[in-house]
């Protein structure tokens, strides 16, 4: 039986940017109204799409004996289940079928059981995904621009409030929506989608109102020895109260959070990768206050006064919310990053991570994955256990979620 590995887009993780199309030099990337999809006929594999998606639905891969037609593709509302192809899918004939194809991807793909769907917390309320996109944007106006870092501090984060009137735009705690900045691009091209977490629970920012709150940082960086403002995250930081912005989304159908109130959610975060988790303690602060489930959150930045939410934070109580909030600049006190703090916590992350009650959440900036998964690795050292078995185990019962960009 001859296998082919076809490259496809997850459409529930997709946020229609368009920034696959645009890359593929070979034009195999298309969309309609409902999807973007991959011609199996025109892709190459020269992986140019995968490092620029923001989101990492392009990065999918099955071993097929007939291709997905882009018809099929384009019907989508989720991807087809792994097809088990028993014993033909033997590496010897994984290899002869590799042709160009890099083998020790395929084999990777085919055996390591890390490439299947990636799930969500059974207990999750099922969500809401693509209602609004590029085309068909929904107009929403901010009703709130609140600077939440030191005024003194570089680091420019704020507490963005949008109101969608009387249009429905149903979110859960973990999902992102999308801001299409007005303008165009350096090639004249109209602006991509850029995506931002809703830090608001599902019913409001305030509780039962037709809105949401967002964590924007304000993004500054060095070009060519000029200083160059990052489009999206300064258009929506320079937003006024009741301006319009185009919204698209809601985005996301697994990084999400368990209803179960006996789940324990030990939440992992720098900087803006708070927004999540403020969405997922508010829900849990109004509405199961006394959860069996502990949270448990680590919160790295550098100093107090450039960690969002600092003060209302402190006002949680320690029996609803361990809050481990751990700086690397305060003057006089040796740097401490999150995996540190974590590391020296080794006997409850163990105990935690030993529960089938426990899900994992990591958001922040690309990067910072490495330094948790590595406190694990030692956490795990320490107690006799295997962090590859405990995290490939955790993922496939939807308990292991990164979100990093
Ligand atoms: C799932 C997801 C959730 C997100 N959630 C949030 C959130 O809650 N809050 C938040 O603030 N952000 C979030 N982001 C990031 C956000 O979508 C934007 O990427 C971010 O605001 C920067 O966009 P920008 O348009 O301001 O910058 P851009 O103009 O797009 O620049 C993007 C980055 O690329 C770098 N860069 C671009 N061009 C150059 C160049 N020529 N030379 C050097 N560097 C360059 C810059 O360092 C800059 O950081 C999220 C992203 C994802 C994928
Ligand atoms: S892997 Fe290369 S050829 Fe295939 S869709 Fe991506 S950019 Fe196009
Ligand atoms: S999110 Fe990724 S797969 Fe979807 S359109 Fe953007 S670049 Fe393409």
Known sequence: MSLLRQHLIDPEICIRCNTCEETCPVDAITHDDNNYVVDVSKCDYCMDCISPCPTGSIDNWRMVTVGYSLEAQLAWTELPAEIDHGETASTESLQEEANEQDASEILKVAHSGESGKVLPPASAERPYINIYNRDKPLVARVAGNFRLTDTDSESDIRHIILDFGDRTFPVLEGQSIGIIPPGMDEKGRPNLVRLYSVASPRDGERPGANNLSLTVKRVVFEKDGKTVKGVGSNYVCDLKKGDEVLVTGPFGATFLMPNSPKANLVMICTGTGSAPFRAM???????????????????GARTPGELPYFGPLNKLSDQFIDKQLVFSRLPDVPKEYVQ??????????????????????????????????????????????????????????????????
Not at 292 to 299: A, H, P, R, T, V
Not at 360 to 370: A, D, S, V
Request: with cysteine; proline share 4%.
């Open 281 to 299: 303690t508010e829900y849990r602060r109004r509405h199961m206050p006394s959860a069996e489930g502990k949270l448990l959150l680590y919160f």
């Open 340 to 405: 540190d703090r974590m590391v020296s916590q080794s006997e409850k992350l163990a105990t935690l991570i030993n529960s089938p009650d426990t899900y994992i959440y990591i958001c922040g900036l690309k990067g910072m994955e490495k330094g948790v998964e590595e406190a694990f690795e030692a956490i795990c050292l320490d107690h006799n256990l295997s962090w590859p078995e405990t995290k490939l185990a955790m993922k496939q019962s939807g308990r292991y979620h990164v979100e990093t960009y």
